[in-house]
């Protein structure tokens, strides 16, 4: 009898010692990024004077502590600074957003207003998600800046105003209908 306790002992410090070293080391999985929308339409396309729409669904195991919104045009790649910013005046987006810390999922639906002066061409997106941990994910994609109807009408008609500076009312929509201008008007 004495023999069975012993035994019967031994196998429950056996299974209390293996089932405690056995433990893993819980990792968090990396935040998980779904971009729903990004420009009009979901086309990737901004307009200048208009507003970029970007919508994502966010799941983060180790909790948000932050969201990175960053946009610049693509010849800026890593070249974004203070003194840049004021000297070139070149439209650009550098957000941080901490009002989702410490949620596990979220929808992110934001706008920026895109200038009007904002350089056409490519750009690059970033968007990126930090959680509690110090586990991020950084989602890229390129999107394009158009100008607008009215802005190209503008500049065109800046250029071919008489020298008088009057303009009759009919010479903005004459340009545009000339040169065929197919832009949304947004």
Not at 98 to 108: A, D, E, P, V, W
Not at 111 to 123: I, K, M, R, W
Not at 139 to 164: C, F, H, N, W
Request: charged share 25%; hydrophobic share 35%; proline share 3%.
């Amino acid at each position: 009898m004495k023999k069975l306790n012993i035994l019967g002992s031994l196998l429950i410090a056996t299974l209390v010692i293996s089932f405690s070293s056995c433990k893993k080391d819980e990792t968090v999985s990396k935040p998980q990024i779904n971009l729903t929308e990004l420009g009009y339409e979901n086309s990737g396309i901004a307009y200048a004077g208009n507003d970029l729409h970007i919508e994502a669904n966010i799941v983060a195991d180790g909790k948000i502590d932050k969201v990175n919104v960053e946009i610049h045009h693509e010849g800026e790649h890593g070249k974004m600074s203070l003194t840049k910013v004021f000297v070139d005046e070149k439209w650009h987006v550098d957000s941080t957003y901490t009002k989702f810390s410490g949620l596990r999922n979220t929808s992110f639906h934001e706008h920026y207003e895109v200038s009007l002066d904002a350089e056409p061409g490519n750009y690059h997106f970033h968007f990126a998600v930090t959680d509690m941990d110090g586990n991020q994910t950084i989602l890229e994609r390129g999107i394009e800046i158009r100008q607008t109807v009215e802005k190209t009408t503008q500049i065109i008609t800046d250029a071919l105003k008489p020298i008088s500076g009057k303009e009759p009312k009919s010479y903005t929509k004459h340009i545009a209908e000339t040169v065929h201008l197919k832009l949304p008007i947004l």
